[in-house]
């Protein structure tokens, strides 16, 4: 039997976002949501959102981006198992960014989707490289969001303490206090009401007033063996999978996951890569400023014209 973990029906996060669970393979679930209509005349996006996120995180983005695009264009939003309303995986050694490539192309054939553009945030974007290895076919184009080759240890080290201090505080007070402090270091002048909606994204208070993920806890505690210091295993022959189709590069300006020079380098190996950076945000981006979702969503149609055809 999956796993299963409690998330309230009427957390603020998942408002507007329904969604249609997918059996796959071991007997768990991703849960999906689609925006706009499916068509074989249009390239839908897949989100993929980070190592122990949900689907929240591209709320703001489907809106922005279907506008952007001028109409219906699909949006698939995608909670990985053990992530948001997905099953959690039945062993903590099941989780792995190639059993989450897997779950993605399975859901992609469930839908009905063929080749699509990947937009990958952070884990996702490893999950995209996975993806592109195993099935090339699948991706039309790729958007790698404070993603890359290889992973600063840093940013693994510092996700793993604040949850851990989060999780260890009592009365909502503090618990929202506590976010606050996190989070404003990664979003500078950002209003307190914005803070308090984006705590809402991987944890919710409960009637203790303790603070409760919205993910499995085995993901946090698979990373206990991570050093500050680490240097992890660089994966470039994943990033070069990529090549299967356009890609476009994203990178935050205060990101603790993927380090400047990594950056560069990626660019520097894909110069026809569109490269940005989003100023004054770092991981997750919020993904809710016009130039870069607009950047995207250029990407998007230019990558579904070229495949498709100009009636797309």
């Known amino acids: 039997m999956a796993r299963k973990r409690f998330v309230p029906a ?10 249609t669970k997918v059996a796959l393979a ?14 074989s005349r249009r390239l839908p ?7 122990q996120r949900n689907m929240s995180d591209f709320t703001d983005f489907a ?6 695009s001028g109409g219906e264009w699909p949006v698939v939003l995608l909670d990985l198992p053990g992530r948001g309303r997905a099953d959690d995986r039945k062993k903590a050694e099941d989780y792995s960014s190639i059993a989450d490539a897997r779950d993605v ?34 991706v039309a184009g790729t958007v790698l969001l404070d993603s890359g080759p290889v992973t600063d240890s840093r940013g693994i ?21 506590g976010f606050k402090r996190m989070l404003g270091g990664d979003y500078p002048g950002l209003p307190e009401a914005r803070l308090d909606s984006l705590m809402g994204r991987t944890h919710y208070i409960d009637t203790r007033g303790r603070a409760r993920p919205l ?15 680490d240097v992890l295993a660089a994966q470039w022959p994943l990033f070069d999978a990529l090549t299967c189709g356009p890609l476009m590069l994203l990178r935050t300006q205060l990101t603790d996951q993927l380090r400047r020079e990594t950056f560069e380098e ?18 997750p981006a919020l993904f809710d400023q016009r130039e870069e979702i607009e950047a995207v969503a250029e990407f998007v149609i230019r990558t579904s014209n070229q495949l498709l055809g100009k009636a797309a």
């Open 10 to 19: 009427d957390h603020p996060a998942f408002s507007g976002l329904p969604v």
């Open 26 to 39: 071991a007997g768990v679930s991703a849960a999906v949501h689609v925006a706009g209509t499916l068509s």
């Open 45 to 51: 996006v897949v989100c993929i959102p980070g190592y």
């Open 63 to 68: 809106g922005y981006f279907r506008r952007a």
């Open 105 to 138: 192309a399975s859901v992609m054939a469930a839908l009905g989707i063929g080749p699509a553009v990947i937009l990958g945030q952070g884990h996702g974007g490893q999950v995209a490289m996975a993806l592109a290895a195993a099935h090339p076919l699948l």
């Open 157 to 177: 080290v510092r996700l793993r303490n604040n949850v851990e201090h989060i999780e260890a505080l009592r009365g909502a007070r503090l618990v929202t206090a």
């Open 215 to 229: 993910y499995d806890k085995r993901l946090i505690e698979a990373l206990a063996s991570i050093n500050f210091d």
């Open 266 to 283: 990626m660019t520097r190996r894909c110069p026809d890569a569109v490269a940005l950076t989003i100023a004054g945000q770092g991981s």
